[in-house]
């Protein structure tokens, strides 16, 4: 089956694929019809079963790039006899592209070592790559067409070779890069920075970025040659700089002894024909979806890292091009000092000393020291110490998963609070409490206060937020819901006001207006035959008024009836939208069907993802980093009330139409409900979402990208009401990398259940890496040899069958040196001749094995792979070991609770069921909760401050705004305070006197207090500005439209104390708003005043005073002029209304300066 590119590429893919895969199979069972499958892109690739993995030792393109010509001409032949010969001929000539110089985006699928990692100097480095065919694509060595027509070739050299160096061999130094003994002396590249005023300079990997038409022969010869490309091409390459004697061993010839042959003439690039093949593999995986077939081609070192038995040296990788050299002779470059190759790719790792830890180690390190997610034992331990109740309460929390975080209130104080993340060590009860809140709109609400030890949960309302923002940044899913719910608010308010108008029969449905036409036909009958005529007694007397037949129909939304209607039909009208267009309408959308509304679509990808902890950011998965330290594994429960919390925060944006309840978000969470509860049909099992998973941190990770993970289902473990097909479903719903070195995957079941006995990590085949051998060092390889077949065996005989030493010294090994270190390990390659022939004697003459398991006489670059590749290691971990408790429930099926928390609720203690598991984890206890109360909202800040918090959703009136735009300013000019012109009420808005405004000018760290002098560090002020009579049963008090309020403070030097300033120009980060978010503050500085105006936040350029009561914002970092004594400062206040004047009696408030080291107590009034 070939599977569209929107499921690879989804998060979820492992679940909409495995999905996918058993819908085609039922369907192909049930229809007796085999499921079409692509055809491969070679053919004769053999069929394998998933683990199964096959190396071939080359790809051969269907044509290699390069210049071809193709000449075509006619023969005839007519009855048996040729004509004249038509001796014209057409020719074309064309070209076949390929990439040369630079690698196209996405071909490198992995590296290993990967880039900084560290490593065993018998590591080899490798690229894999997911075109097959990559490197056999261009031509090193050309062939002749005897040796292409022959159906036995087996070998081709690559155009690629990895090669690994020092970074002594490939430096260079100032003087050689622009000094007097420069080697790029008359280059192109020097010209061309001359004329920038840069340097030469090689990067981190030593190389140099310079056009590949560079360099005349001379100190430097390029292995390029002649150069495909006009001289003038402006193709660039990234170069790296071989010393000669280096380069000359190679490209040389050695035999079986580990000598050179004498007098050589040509270039000898045979050795690379080894170091190249091409991988299938039958690996199933979350990542494995990067080639739909499982094929890579890949192209490896034979030489070796530096070596150092002391200390950790780095070792520099590049993938450079060998094109071009076959034609070249050894003799080209007898007088160059450098050879200069072309890097296609490059990176560097660090080589870690002989006896460093191996995959195995780190893998059987996992294994042994896996655990739940939380603090470490030691901390958990310490918090228990303390014997007394709050003691032991810190330690439940901490067991529970909790942290301690920084918490500011409402009212701006900075204290503790307690929260935690999706992934918790315990498993919560299914039911928080029967009387929490079903819906919040703020968040605040989901709030739990732990009395003992005085802390704020706040968990949950996090969450709420969290889900909140992530809806807002999501534009295609805010539209989407507004789009449902302007749909369904308008379908529902249809059906609303004609039950209102039956209620009154002043409406009739298509059905009984037809039905009532015969009727109306007989009535205009009889009217137009005068049968109808009125009588006397029914004309009105003189003077009487004629009353109306019918009251008028109330059909707005404050009709509570028509409310009433609509939430009955939202559920109908939402189940319609969400449901599938398939021919019987009656099936809900599942992501396999084709659905009905694509705004439907949008939002339940964005709550799958978000039951997936796709989009979570990863401070609120992992609460604490120091709960996954290094090569850990740990495991944990998702808590499916915090992932409620967010879906309840994101699905409550967009309501414009109910003020207290949401029934829109109630339906939605009815239909999911409804949703995760069915079997689907199609795949026979419910719809999967995760309930647990693991965090693996290691280097492993980063060093196999494509770690296999599997947890296999066992026969037998699921119950009829999870579908029959339950056991097909998928393994794993989720397996990513979420930082270079930690995994992130996600199950349905258990650890450890009935339903999940077993959890493997495999390394990947086509991820396996190549080493020279057990042990390297300077005098010595040892090297074991693995059993090898030319023919399948039925078994997993594939063991060790020999183990030889080989030494630096070729006297103990007079047969052959499969090694060569030169005289000071400055070689340190394979000698793959000989390499290549002890192998295929060695598994020729093992006598444990007749020959017929390996009968081939040929050496191929598969035989060599299959030889230097690692073993495929794997880390099982199983429950045999542990008793495992027979009532968990193994699958959890998610709903939405509607966020129901039970205070006194106690948590289940989660523990995966592992065999090197040894946790010890006792039941949390009883939480005693309260939700918080309401904050006071009018006590600023006890503290020093820059900015202050403010109340995250206020209450606000429907015709106002609150779109982060500027104003619109239709407000009157702001004039001088003695020119004040009274606006009538009908200017101002509304009737009634303007409200009375008192304003309060105080340092925050001093509430109500005087404003000290001679500060040491810049003040921050509060500007408390309020109606202090306003009566909140009266919401419609102060109709007043209010435009602006505009404050004006003296500004500049010291004066004397009759024309005081308070300071003398200001350069902080300006004034914010403390509560009241329905108006921004600015600042501006005049000629002797600085002035801060309040805007509303309306595209109507005012908003209603109504019950607001509270408009104060802080000024903070305010530089403080000095004043040898106390004195007031006088400021200006003027609030200004719409179509009318200011304020007519505008309080004047003064600002009371005192020295720092006076004692002056604040005044409760503050103002004249």
């Given at each position: 089956?070939?599977?569209?590119?929107?499921?690879?590429?989804?998060?979820?893919?492992?679940?909409?694929?495995?999905?996918?895969?058993?819908?085609?199979?039922?369907?192909?069972?049930?229809?007796?019809?085999?499921?079409?499958?692509?055809?491969?892109?070679?053919?004769?690739?053999?069929?394998?079963?998933?683990?199964?993995?096959?190396?071939?030792?080359?790809?051969?393109?269907?044509?290699?790039?390069?210049?071809?010509?193709?000449?075509?001409?006619?023969?005839?032949?007519?009855?048996?006899?040729?004509?004249?010969?038509?001796?014209?001929?057409?020719?074309?000539?064309?070209?076949?592209?390929?990439?040369?110089?630079?690698?196209?985006?996405?071909?490198?699928?992995?590296?290993?070592?990967?880039?900084?990692?560290?490593?065993?100097?018998?590591?080899?480095?490798?690229?894999?790559?997911?075109?097959?065919?990559?490197?056999?694509?261009?031509?090193?060595?050309?062939?002749?067409?005897?040796?292409?027509?022959?159906?036995?070739?087996?070998?081709?050299?690559?155009?690629?070779?990895?090669?690994?160096?020092?970074?002594?061999?490939?430096?260079?130094?100032?003087?050689?890069?622009?000094?007097?003994?420069?080697?790029?002396?008359?280059?192109d590249l020097a010209k061309e920075l001359g004329t920038t005023g840069n340097v030469i300079k090689m990067d981190v990997n030593c190389a140099i970025d310079m056009p590949v038409s560079d360099f005349a022969p001379g100190k430097v010869a390029k292995s390029w040659s002649p150069v495909p490309l006009s001289a003038k091409s402006d193709d660039r390459t990234k170069a790296i700089f071989v010393p000669r004697?280096?380069?000359?061993?190679?490209?040389?010839?050695?035999?079986?002894?580990?000598?050179?042959?004498?007098?050589?003439?040509?270039?000898?690039?045979?050795?690379?024909?080894?170091?190249?093949?091409?991988?299938?593999?039958?690996?199933?995986?979350?990542?494995?979806?990067?080639?739909?077939?499982?094929?890579?081609?890949?192209?490896?070192?034979?030489?070796?890292?530096?070596?150092?038995?002391?200390?950790?040296?780095?070792?520099?990788?590049?993938?450079?091009?060998?094109?071009?050299?076959?034609?070249?002779?050894?003799?080209?470059?007898?007088?160059?000092?450098?050879?200069?190759?072309?890097?296609?790719?490059?990176?560097?790792?660090?080589?870690?000393?002989?006896?460093?830890?191996?995959?195995?180690?780190?893998?059987?390190?996992?294994?042994?020291?896996?655990?739940?997610?939380?603090?470490?034992?030691?901390?958990?331990?310490?918090?228990?110490?303390?014997?007394?109740?709050?003691?032991?309460?810190?330690?439940?929390?901490?067991?529970?998963?909790?942290?301690?975080?920084?918490?500011?209130?409402?009212?701006?104080?900075?204290?503790?609070?307690?929260?935690?993340?999706?992934?918790?060590?315990?498993?919560?009860?299914?039911?928080?409490?029967?009387?929490?809140?079903?819906?919040?709109?703020?968040?605040?609400?989901?709030?739990?206060?732990?009395?003992?030890?005085?802390?704020?949960?706040?968990?949950?309302?996090?969450?709420?937020?969290?889900?909140?923002?992530?809806?807002?940044?999501?534009?295609?899913?805010?539209?989407?819901?507004?789009?449902?719910?302007?749909?369904?608010?308008?379908?529902?308010?249809?059906?609303?006001?004609?039950?209102?108008?039956?209620?009154?029969?002043?409406?009739?449905?298509?059905?009984d207006t037809i039905s009532s036409l015969a009727k109306s036909l007989q009535v205009l009958a009889d009217a137009e035959a005068g049968s109808l005529a009125p009588s006397s007694h029914d004309q009105p007397t003189s003077g009487a008024t004629e009353k109306p037949l019918t009251q008028p129909v109330d059909l707005s939304l404050a009709n509570p009836s028509i409310v009433s209607t609509m939430k009955d039909?939202?559920?109908?009208?939402?189940?319609?939208?969400?449901?599938?267009?398939?021919?019987?309408?009656?099936?809900?959308?599942?992501?396999?069907?084709?659905?009905?509304?694509?705004?439907?679509?949008?939002?339940?990808?964005?709550?799958?993802?978000?039951?997936?902890?796709?989009?979570?950011?990863?401070?609120?998965?992992?609460?604490?980093?120091?709960?996954?330290?290094?090569?850990?594994?740990?495991?944990?429960?998702?808590?499916?009330?915090?992932?409620?919390?967010?879906?309840?925060?994101?699905?409550?944006?967009?309501?414009?139409?109910?003020?207290?309840?949401?029934?829109?978000?109630?339906?939605?969470?009815?239909?999911?409900?409804?949703?995760?509860?069915?079997?689907?049909?199609?795949?026979?099992?419910?719809?999967?979402?995760?309930?647990?998973?693991?965090?693996?941190?290691?280097?492993?990770?980063?060093?196999?990208?494509?770690?296999?993970?599997?947890?296999?289902?066992?026969?037998?473990?699921?119950?009829?009401?999870?579908?029959?097909?339950?056991?097909?479903?998928?393994?794993?719903?989720?397996?990513?990398?979420?930082?270079?070195?930690?995994?992130?995957?996600?199950?349905?079941?258990?650890?450890?259940?009935?339903?999940?006995?077993?959890?493997?990590?495999?390394?990947?085949?086509?991820?396996?890496?190549?080493?020279?051998?057990?042990?390297?060092?300077?005098?010595?390889?040892?090297?074991?040899?693995?059993?090898?077949?030319?023919?399948?065996?039925?078994?997993?005989?594939?063991?060790?069958?020999?183990?030889?030493?080989?030494?630096?010294?070729?006297?103990?090994?007079?047969?052959?040196?499969?090694?060569?270190?030169?005289?000071?390990?400055?070689?340190?390659?394979?000698?793959?001749?000989?390499?290549?022939?002890?192998?295929?004697?060695?598994?020729?003459?093992?006598?444990?094995?007749?020959?017929?398991?390996?009968?081939?006489?040929?050496?191929?670059?598969?035989?060599?792979?299959?030889?230097?590749?690692?073993?495929?290691?794997?880390?099982?971990?199983?429950?045999?070991?542990?008793?495992?408790?027979?009532?968990?429930?193994?699958?959890?099926?998610?709903?939405?609770?509607?966020?129901?928390?039970?205070?006194?609720?106690?948590?289940?203690?989660?523990?995966?069921?592992?065999?090197?598991?040894?946790?010890?984890?006792?039941?949390?206890?009883?939480?005693?909760?309260?939700?918080?109360?309401?904050?006071?909202?009018?006590?600023?800040?006890?503290?020093?401050?820059?900015?202050?918090?403010?109340?995250?959703?206020?209450?606000?009136?429907?015709?106002?705004?609150?779109?982060?735009?500027?104003?619109?300013?239709?407000?009157?000019?702001?004039?001088?305070?003695?020119?004040?012109?009274?606006?009538?009420?009908?200017?101002?808005?509304?009737?009634?006197?303007?409200?009375?405004?008192?304003?309060?000018?105080?340092?925050?760290?001093?509430?109500?207090?005087?404003?000290?002098?001679?500060?040491?560090?810049?003040?921050?002020?509060?500007?408390?500005?309020?109606?202090?009579?306003?009566?909140?049963?009266?919401?419609?008090?102060?109709?007043?439209?209010?435009?602006?309020?505009?404050?004006?403070?003296?500004?500049?030097?010291?004066?004397?104390?009759?024309?005081?300033?308070?300071?003398?120009?200001?350069?902080?980060?300006?004034?914010?708003?403390?509560?009241?978010?329905?108006?921004?503050?600015?600042?501006?500085?005049?000629?002797?005043?600085?002035?801060?105006?309040?805007?509303?936040?309306?595209?109507?350029?005012?908003?209603?005073?109504?019950?607001?009561?509270?408009?104060?914002?802080?000024?903070?970092?305010?530089?403080?002029?000095?004043?040898?004594?106390?004195?007031?400062?006088?400021?200006?206040?003027?609030?200004?209304?719409?179509?009318?004047?200011?304020?007519?009696?505008?309080?004047?408030?003064?600002?009371?300066?005192?020295?720092?080291?006076?004692?002056?107590?604040?005044?409760?009034?503050?103002?004249?």
């Amino acid at each position: 089956m070939v599977l569209s590119q929107d499921i690879l590429s989804s998060p979820r893919h492992l679940t909409l694929r495995r999905a996918r895969e058993v819908k085609a199979a039922n369907l192909a069972a049930s229809t007796e019809a085999a499921v079409a499958t692509g055809d491969n892109e070679v053919p004769n690739l053999k069929t394998l079963k998933p683990g199964e993995a096959m190396l071939y030792s080359f790809f051969t393109p269907s044509l290699a790039s390069g210049r071809y010509e193709v000449n075509s001409w006619q023969e005839i032949v007519a009855n048996g006899v040729k004509q004249d010969p038509d001796t014209t001929k057409t020719k074309k000539v064309f070209n076949v592209e390929s990439p040369q110089y630079t690698l196209p985006e996405n071909l490198v699928h992995s590296i290993y070592p990967p880039e900084g990692a560290e490593a065993s100097p018998t590591i080899l480095p490798h690229v894999l790559f997911t075109d097959p065919f990559f490197p056999w694509e261009r031509t090193a060595v050309p062939q002749t067409p005897e040796e292409l027509k022959k159906d036995n070739l087996r070998k081709r050299v690559p155009w690629l070779a990895v090669l690994v160096f020092s970074a002594s061999e490939l430096r260079l130094d100032e003087d050689q890069l622009m000094g007097t003994s420069s080697i790029f002396t008359n280059s192109d590249l020097a010209k061309e920075l001359g004329t920038t005023g840069n340097v030469i300079k090689m990067d981190v990997n030593c190389a140099i970025d310079m056009p590949v038409s560079d360099f005349a022969p001379g100190k430097v010869a390029k292995s390029w040659s002649p150069v495909p490309l006009s001289a003038k091409s402006d193709d660039r390459t990234k170069a790296i700089f071989v010393p000669r004697p280096l380069f000359t061993q190679l490209i040389a010839t050695y035999n079986e002894r580990g000598e050179e042959i004498v007098d050589q003439k040509s270039i000898d690039l045979s050795r690379y024909t080894y170091l190249a093949h091409v991988r299938q593999s039958a690996a199933k995986g979350a990542n494995f979806s990067s080639t739909e077939d499982g094929l890579f081609s890949v192209v490896h070192s034979h030489r070796a890292a530096p070596l150092d038995d002391q200390q950790i040296s780095r070792a520099i990788v590049h993938l450079v091009s060998l094109e071009g050299l076959h034609d070249k002779s050894r003799a080209d470059f007898a007088s160059s000092d450098y050879i200069m190759l072309s890097s296609l790719y490059s990176w560097s790792y660090n080589v870690l000393p002989a006896g460093a830890p191996s995959v195995s180690d780190s893998l059987r390190n996992l294994g042994d020291h896996c655990a739940v997610l939380g603090p470490p034992k030691e901390v958990i331990q310490k918090a228990g110490q303390d014997t007394s109740k709050s003691g032991q309460r810190i330690a439940a929390r901490l067991r529970d998963g909790y942290t301690i975080v920084k918490y500011r209130t409402q009212t701006g104080e900075e204290t503790a609070a307690i929260a935690r993340g999706a992934c918790i060590p315990c498993v919560p009860p299914k039911k928080l409490s029967e009387n929490w809140t079903s819906l919040s709109f703020s968040g605040s609400d989901l709030q739990i206060l732990d009395k003992d030890l005085g802390l704020m949960d706040l968990t949950y309302s996090m969450a709420w937020n969290l889900g909140r923002t992530l809806a807002l940044a999501d534009r295609s899913f805010t539209i989407a819901l507004s789009r449902l719910r302007s749909v369904i608010a308008a379908m529902a308010l249809r059906r609303g006001k004609e039950k209102e108008m039956e209620k009154h029969d002043a409406w009739k449905s298509t059905k009984d207006t037809i039905s009532s036409l015969a009727k109306s036909l007989q009535v205009l009958a009889d009217a137009e035959a005068g049968s109808l005529a009125p009588s006397s007694h029914d004309q009105p007397t003189s003077g009487a008024t004629e009353k109306p037949l019918t009251q008028p129909v109330d059909l707005s939304l404050a009709n509570p009836s028509i409310v009433s209607t609509m939430k009955d039909v939202v559920d109908e009208h939402i189940r319609h939208l969400a449901g599938s267009d398939d021919e019987t309408g009656a099936r809900l959308y599942n992501e396999l069907n084709l659905p009905r509304s694509s705004d439907w679509v949008t939002v339940m990808t964005f709550i799958m993802h978000r039951m997936f902890l796709i989009g979570i950011p990863a401070q609120n998965l992992l609460v604490e980093p120091s709960w996954l330290p290094a090569e850990s594994l740990r495991f944990f429960y998702i808590d499916p009330h915090w992932v409620e919390a967010v879906i309840d925060g994101a699905l409550g944006v967009a309501n414009h139409i109910e003020r207290n309840d949401d029934s829109l978000r109630r339906s939605i969470k009815g239909i999911f409900n409804k949703y995760f509860s069915t079997v689907d049909p199609d795949v026979g099992y419910r719809p999967q979402v995760p309930t647990y998973g693991l965090l693996l941190r290691s280097k492993i990770v980063k060093d196999f990208p494509d770690l296999l993970i599997t947890a296999p289902i066992p026969s037998g473990s699921s119950s009829k009401d999870d579908g029959p097909h339950a056991e097909e479903r998928a393994e794993i719903l989720r397996q990513e990398r979420i930082a270079d070195d930690v995994i992130l995957c996600l199950f349905d079941r258990q650890p450890g259940s009935k339903s999940m006995h077993t959890l493997t990590f495999t390394q990947p085949a086509h991820q396996q890496y190549f080493a020279l051998g057990d042990t390297l060092s300077a005098t010595q390889l040892t090297i074991s040899f693995t059993r090898t077949f030319s023919k399948p065996r039925g078994d997993s005989k594939y063991e060790t069958i020999a183990k030889q030493t080989f030494y630096a010294d070729a006297n103990t090994h007079p047969s052959r040196q499969i090694f060569i270190w030169g005289q000071n390990s400055e070689l340190r390659f394979l000698n793959l001749t000989a390499f290549g022939n002890e192998v295929k004697d060695i598994i020729q003459h093992d006598g444990t094995e007749p020959k017929t398991y390996f009968d081939d006489d040929e050496v191929t670059s598969s035989l060599i792979g299959y030889q230097l590749g690692s073993h495929v290691y794997q880390l099982g971990l199983t429950s045999d070991r542990l008793s495992l408790n027979p009532n968990a429930e193994t699958i959890r099926h998610p709903s939405f609770s509607l966020m129901e928390v039970d205070p006194t609720a106690e948590g289940t203690e989660f523990f995966p069921n592992v065999s090197t598991l040894h946790a010890d984890l006792s039941s949390t206890e009883s939480l005693s909760t309260k939700v918080i109360a309401d904050l006071p909202q009018d006590v600023p800040p006890h503290f020093p401050s820059l900015l202050s918090t403010f109340q995250l959703f206020p209450e606000r009136e429907e015709t106002e705004s609150l779109l982060p735009i500027a104003p619109v300013r239709r407000v009157a000019a702001m004039r001088s305070m003695a020119m004040l012109a009274l606006a009538s009420p009908e200017d101002a808005g509304g009737a009634g006197k303007p409200p009375p405004f008192t304003v309060r000018v105080y340092p925050q760290m001093s509430p109500f207090g005087a404003i000290p002098t001679k500060s040491p560090y810049p003040l921050d002020l509060i500007f408390a500005i309020r109606i202090p009579d306003m009566d909140s049963k009266k919401p419609y008090m102060y109709p007043h439209q209010l435009g602006q309020i505009t404050i004006s403070i003296p500004m500049g030097p010291a004066k004397d104390r009759q024309n005081p300033a308070l300071l003398s120009s200001y350069h902080g980060p300006g004034p914010s708003m403390l509560q009241n978010l329905r108006f921004n503050v600015i600042a501006s500085q005049g000629t002797a005043t600085l002035d801060l105006t309040l805007l509303p936040r309306s595209t109507k350029g005012y908003v209603t005073v109504g019950h607001m009561r509270e408009y104060s914002f802080i000024l903070p970092m305010v530089t403080v002029n000095d004043y040898n004594d106390d004195l007031y400062i006088s400021i200006n206040f003027v609030a200004s209304y719409v179509l009318g004047g200011d304020q007519p009696k505008s309080p004047r408030p003064k600002l009371h300066l005192v020295p720092q080291d006076k004692t002056v107590p604040g005044s409760p009034e503050g103002e004249e």
